[in-house]
């Protein structure tokens, strides 16, 4: 398999980043849908990996290398659905890998994660990744395919790897950033595109969910079947807008 490594093309094998994408040490990465070697959203995935990098010290390299670097990639590594990761340490190297996507087609059955987290301002794309994918790993070992993250102070923050939008009281709803959510690029252009209320989701409000989606660059917006084994209404017409949207509005 060959990966980009500081801008070139070089084995997997032979560079230091892991055949998923990831580096040593630490630093902040994006992780971006391909379809048919096209990658969705870059701009936004950039606009947000620069924002971040500001807030973590971690200098980038040109946004043209890194697209001139992708497409080059993209090319070599050609899948028809695919997942592509670039990562940034805090070292100033860079890589990027693009690995074949399997589409999600069934609904998730979520559980709640049971450790409330302590919430110190907008969370960003960073790794290690590993506290967040532990959690991931905690609620497949329960049955679930994903798991909410609540906060200490009793709100609804998101998934373990993505955003989470409800629909409560007729309303569709998702938590404000402050709340400790991740500024995922499908939940912006959910809010910018559809009639979508921002605003802190109390654990207290769970049994009054009567949909939802999970929501992130890859799944785009993936129906939830159950919460703690309650079943909600699947709400798939409104899942076919979000994707014609994110198809529309998505490429470069």
């Not at 959203?41 to 606009?47: D, F, I, P, Q, V």
């Not at 969370?123 to 329960?142: D, G, M, W």
């Not at 807008?241 to 470069?252: D, I, K, N």
């Amino acid at each position: 398999m060959k990966v980009i490594v500081n801008g070139f093309l070089v084995p997997q094998e032979q560079s230091k980043c892991s055949s998923l994408g990831w580096l040593d040490g630490a630093g902040i990465f994006e992780t971006i849908k391909t379809v048919d070697g096209k990658p969705w959203a870059l701009s936004r995935h950039m606009r947000r990996a620069v924002n971040t990098s500001v807030q973590e010290n971690i200098v980038l390299p040109s946004e043209e290398l890194v697209r001139q670097s992708i497409a080059t990639l993209l090319q070599a590594e050609n899948h028809a659905s695919g997942l592509l990761r670039v990562s940034f340490d805090a070292t100033g190297n860079w890589a990027a890998v693009h690995l074949p996507y399997t589409e999600v087609v069934m609904a998730a059955k979520v559980g709640i994660h049971p450790d409330p987290l302590v919430i110190k301002g907008v969370p960003v794309k960073s790794f290690p990744y590993t506290h967040r994918l532990e959690i991931l790993e905690q609620a497949r070992c329960n049955g679930f395919d994903e798991a909410l993250v609540t906060s200490s102070d009793g709100k609804i923050c998101e998934g373990s790897v993505c955003n989470v939008l409800l629909k409560i009281e007729g309303t569709w709803c998702t938590p404000p950033l402050s709340d400790g959510v991740l500024p995922g690029v499908m939940r912006a252009l959910v809010i910018e595109n559809f009639n979508v209320m921002v605003r802190s989701i109390a654990v207290s409000e769970v049994p009054d969910i009567e949909s939802a989606f999970l929501l992130s660059s890859l799944r785009i917006a993936q129906p939830i079947a159950s919460i703690d084994g309650r079943d909600l209404t699947q709400s798939l017409e409104f899942r076919d807008e979000m994707e014609a949207m994110a198809l529309r509005t998505s490429v470069g």
